[in-house]
């Protein structure tokens, strides 16, 4: 079992919509959580990051936690075009500063 | 520049050729960490340092030497290169425990 799981997508949404993104991971001490975005041939780029339970809103994306159920999800609002990309959930771990990734979910946003 | 820079761009090298991949962050951040991304697999962790002369091994270090003897530097050393580690590679930066990383932008390796 990957430590941190996400749907590859493609995750296809109207432009306008709001975009759902979810991921799951196993280490119950995990401490903070983050999103990246990264289009196509380029690096991840930080978009959100969120510590404790609940919601996080910055512009129009929302992160949101639960560490009970061990699970993360991004929230894109008003979905545009320059959404389109592929959306990685990070998860820093008990032990140390060391990220794990998920697998990433791909976002079309069509016009 | 300021930020996180990595060289070269693109590699091509051969089948059991050493090649380094240089990585430098003008920020004095802490931590500095080896990434590679393939299809099917993710980004990777390969080695990180929490500082300078502090190295470990992440999820795939095998074939990979790095050191950090200089807080702003972190090269990735491919011993013996193989084609299985055709990848993209990234370096990342960060200043304190539990806050995102910067990555660079990417060295595209192709071992033939």
């Known amino acids: 079992q990957k430590e941190v799981e996400q749907n590859s997508g493609p995750l296809s949404v109207p432009e306008g919509a709001i975009a759902s993104l979810n991921c799951t991971y196993s280490d119950r001490g995990s401490q903070s959580f983050f999103w990246y975005r990264q289009y196509s041939g380029k690096s991840p780029e930080l978009i959100m990051s969120?510590?404790?339970?609940g919601d996080k809103e910055d512009g129009r994306f929302t992160a949101q936690l639960n560490k009970a159920s061990q699970y993360v999800s991004l929230l894109i609002r008003d979905s545009q075009p320059s959404d389109s990309a592929t959306y990685l959930c990070?998860?820093?771990?008990?032990?140390?500063?060391?990220?794990?990734f998920g697998g990433g979910t791909r976002v079309l946003v069509k016009p | 520049d300021a930020g996180i820079t990595q060289s070269p761009r693109y590699k091509i090298t051969e089948t059991g050729r050493q090649v380094t991949l240089m990585c430098h962050q003008t920020w004095s951040h802490s931590y500095m960490f080896w990434y590679r991304q393939d299809l099917g697999h993710g980004l990777r962790l390969i080695y990180y340092s929490a500082a300078a002369d502090i190295t470990d091994k992440g999820e795939v270090p095998d074939g990979y030497v790095v050191s950090r003897s200089k807080t702003e530097n972190f090269p990735l050393t491919l011993e013996s290169a193989t084609r299985s580690q055709t990848s993209v590679y990234f370096c990342?930066?960060?200043?304190?425990?539990?806050?995102?990383?910067?990555f660079g932008s990417g060295t595209r390796l192709t071992v033939v």
């Open positions: 969120i510590y404790s339970n």
């Open positions: 990342a930066s960060s200043g304190f425990r539990d806050y995102g990383y910067t």
């Open positions: 990070a998860v820093n771990g008990a032990a140390g500063n060391k990220l794990t």
